[in-house]
T-cell receptor, first 109, second 115 residues
Framework: DAKTTQPNSMESNEEEPVHLPCNHS???????IHWYRQLPSQGPEYVIH???SNVNNRMASLAIAEDRKSSTLILHRATLRDAAVYYC??????????FGAGTQVVVTP | KAGVTQTPRYLIKTRGQQVTLSCSPI?????VSWYQQTPGQGLQFLFE???????NKGNFPGRFSGRQFSNSRSEMNVSTLELGDSALYLC??????????????FGAGSRLTVL
């Protein structure tokens, strides 16, 4: 079971964009890429997901490489409330989630 | 609408005992999945139930089991507890019909401490 690979931590200034990379080099053609985030003492919260093309929603954007071996979550303007652990996840055709180790995002005022 | 509710939120057990955790999904959600979160292993998939049937299973020993009821509520049980079972157990629900595109809603978790 190949998991996703993410940096341990990233730091950003408030109101600056944050680009969170994720490597999923062994992804299969039917696996979806999901991003969730987890604040302390809470369960993970959905951020965004996609299959092949780039996706945007009110929280973030997801840029998926053409070969699908990597993706980047983009938080356009980081706020203090965006400080959390961000998980890049592969979801297979059965809906089984494979979580990565997560990236701790620190936002500095 | 009400979110995913997990009970109890905290519990302490001793080695050898068993424990049952409960999860009430969002109304209308037919899929419930369970995850174990530890500092060393991160978030690991335990199993998933859809319409009372186990549809997916992770790589955990048989001491870990679960079930789902006709109202979609789910329970997981861990028998013969070991120290290493100390973890945050998270439950997530979804509509369950979109395979890899299913969006999960997580509960706040049940924190189990085994002494």
């Amino acid at each position: 079971d190949a998991k996703t690979t993410q940096p341990n931590s990233m730091e950003s200034n408030e109101e600056e964009p944050v680009h969170l990379p994720c490597n999923h080099s062994t992804i299969s053609g039917t696996d979806y890429i999901h991003w969730y985030r987890q604040l302390p003492s809470q369960g993970p919260e959905y951020v965004i997901h996609g299959l092949t093309s780039n996706v945007n929603n009110r929280m973030a954007s997801l840029a998926i490489a053409e070969d699908r071996k990597s993706s980047t979550l983009i938080l356009h303007r980081a706020t203090l409330r965006d400080a959390a652990v961000y998980y890049c996840i592969r979801s297979d055709s059965w809906g089984k989630f494979q979580f990565g180790a997560g990236t701790q995002v620190v936002v500095t005022p | 609408k009400a979110g995913v509710t997990q009970t109890p939120r905290y519990l302490i057990k001793t080695r050898g005992q068993q424990v049952t955790l409960s999860c009430s999904p969002i109304s209308g959600h037919r899929s419930v999945s369970w995850y174990q979160q530890t500092p060393g292993q991160g978030l690991q998939f335990l199993f998933e139930y859809f319409s009372e049937t186990q549809r997916n299973k992770g790589n955990f020993p048989g001491r870990f089991s679960g079930r789902q009821f006709s109202n979609s509520r789910s329970e997981m049980n861990v028998s013969t507890l070991e120290l290493g079972d100390s973890a945050l157990y998270l439950c997530a629900s979804s509509l369950g019909q979109a395979a890899g595109a299913n969006v999960l809603t997580f509960g706040a978790g049940s924190r189990l401490t085994v002494l």
